[in-house]
């Protein structure tokens, strides 16, 4: 089992920024393929940005120019750069980690974009 720890979230105004990290345990943590997830009140959990063990990224639609997603290997953790923040991007985002048998989710952090 992969510890993952969420941090970074709070309130912020529309068109702010923040910066989430996520720090997972585990020594092969270069090779796990890690994601950013959110769930918003009433609705389902969706992926926002994923990143492989090769860094190679994905997002969604609605993160793509806005959204950042990187990784530091020797600190075990993976970045949610996120810019030009909406009223909609408000929701709890979780981080993923995914490795063969290994899928292990973190706690959730809160981010709320309002004025």
């Known amino acids: 089992q992969v510890q993952v720890v969420e941090s970074g979230g709070g309130l912020v105004q529309p068109g702010g920024s923040l910066r989430l990290s996520c720090v997972a345990s585990g020594s092969r943590f270069s090779a796990y393929a890690m994601g950013w997830y959110r769930q918003a009140p009433g609705k389902q959990r969706e992926l926002v940005a994923a990143?492989?063990?090769?860094?190679?990224?994905n997002y969604a639609d609605s993160a793509k120019g806005r959204f950042t997603i990187s990784r530091d290997n020797a600190k075990n953790t993976v970045y949610l750069q996120m810019n030009t923040l909406k009223p909609e991007d408000t929701a709890v985002y979780y981080c993923?980690?995914?490795?063969?048998?290994?899928?292990?989710w973190g706690q959730g952090t809160q981010v709320t974009v309002s004025s």
């Open positions: 993923n980690a995914k490795y063969y048998l290994i899928d292990d």
């Open positions: 990143i492989t063990s090769v860094g190679s990224t």
